[in-house]
């Protein structure tokens, strides 16, 4: 899909689906092909602009570095509506931020009074969360006698029976983790990011995060399924307690009757159907696009990169020259005082013009050479280092605020240690054909220095939080060889990466593993 880059515009809506289609004579890598199709664009949606929540996120966390011109930083909250192609029914679900301690809980009939531990406070600027044991957010759903909806709109996929479908979903939100079910219906996963993976089936249910893509085909006549009946597209939040949902409908032809609302999928059980590191690493390749040639008329060009074929298009298999392990941590940067995701301490300049790094190149397609990489030492880089005093043009000079560590005496692991946590330009200059794994390590918050912060902070300290992210590859596609829990090392290579088959991708995702400092989880790249 196209988006935007500038500030959180995309957010407001400057973004939108973008369909390539194959080119005539190249052979379908997944067949047979579906009879029709649609998209399904899903995005979050806040109550105030793009803009607005970037100023909340942008201002100092540390009190003593906050003025009152601008204030402190302040943390957005969870979405108030998850939209389907821009469509949604705002008020159909329980809004978190509204409820009260011993209020009757909406679409609840035992009569259960809102504790402690289900209250969110209604400002997001004050921290705050939903106890473990909370209860989630509720939904109901009405229609009308004449199945139209009572408010709102409800986005409608129309099938036909005996007809495959194909659904292009499309995670276009800013935030949330989703979960899509199709109610009674069976859904066969037939591409991931574009590239086609041996098709894989699931029933109801699929996840999606962040920037990602899954086109799934719904065939025809499956059991159970009434073709004179309506069902419910449900689209869920996970990893986010009290997030709302929000409800389309596939309808086919001949459907005499509109879905019972009595069988939405609530969000409380949705949290039950994400997908775990084995599901996530299930999917293969797909055989045809890891076996297909190039001849001279390039008829039988793979379905990816075309002027790359046969050379250029290197297998997960091909032995790496480096690989970099990124550490992903929430520190907070010294120089100016903001809260940041950052890999290895390094997060990009915050500060004004705020230029986008593809402007930066776009603007000087040399800029890139001009800033100092990375130093390339070791064939395993721990890379644990920032700018020295936070200041990005000192990361730019000549390097020699590096310390280089030895790690556990011996040279094949090499420790950069450098400053404490800072913003620039964070460069890994490879070589044109090289070949390189990258190992995201998702680590607790306030690891490697994180915790830097004013002494009257309490905040800020001994941060073990972590949430699951979504990281892109721009421009790029990648074998996603690994994934799991807990520390990263060497013999995962043996143990958890499929150097075989598997999936390509340019969005992954470095799940969850817990609160505390001794659990963690990883992703693996080439």
Known sequence: FYHDHSSLNRADGLQGPLIVQARKGVPALVTPGPDASDVLFLTDFWHFTGNALAMRLNRPFDPNQATSGSGGWCWVGLPRSLLINGVGNYGECEDVYTRKVGQALPFRSDGYKAEAKDVLSPNPCVAGQLGPTAEPSSCKVEL??????????????????????????INAGTLVYMTVCIQAHTLTVVALDAAPVEPQDFFECVDINT?????????????????????????????????????????????????????????????????????????????????????????????????????????????????????STQPIIE??????????????????????????????????????????????????FTPAGGDASSWQGDGKNLQIVDAAGSNSNVVLKLGKPGAASHVLSLKPGEVVEIVIQNDRAGLFGGEYASKNDSLTNKRNGREQHSFHLHGHHFWQVGMGMGEWDEGKVKTDYNLVNPPLRDTTTVLFNGTTEDKAAWVAIR
Not at 144 to 169: E, F
Not at 345 to 356: G, L, Q, R, S, T
Request: glycine content about 6%; overall charge positive.
């Open 335 to 384: 120089s100016n005082g903001m809260l940041r995701w950052a890999l290895n301490n390094i997060a990009y300049p915050v500060a004004p013009p705020c230029k986008p790094v593809i402007d930066e190149v776009y603007d000087n397609p040399n800029w890139v050479s001009s800033v100092q990489a990375v130093p390339s030492n070791g064939p395993n880089q721990q890379l644990y």
């Open 144 to 169: 009308k006698a004449t199945g139209k909806d009572t408010c709102g709109q409800r986005y409608k996929v129309s099938a036909k029976p005996g007809k495959t479908l194909r659904l292009r979903m």
């Open 211 to 327: 920037g990602q893509r899954v086109d799934v085909h719904i065939k025809p006549n499956q059991p159970g399924v009434d073709t004179s009946k309506s069902y419910w597209i449900s689209v869920g939040s996970q990893y986010r307690k009290g997030a709302p949902s929000t409800y389309g409908i596939l309808r086919y032809e001949s459907a005499k009757s509109s879905p019972d609302p009595s069988q939405i999928i609530q969000p409380g059980p949705m949290t039950d159907k994400k997908w775990n590191t084995s599901v996530t690493m299930s999917f293969k390749a797909n055989k045809a696009l890891l076996e297909a040639k190039a001849d001279k008329n390039r008829k039988t060009s793979p379905y990816l990169f075309p002027q790359a074929a046969p050379k250029s298009f290197k297998l997960p298999s091909t032995s790496i020259s480096r690989r970099f392990i990124l550490q």
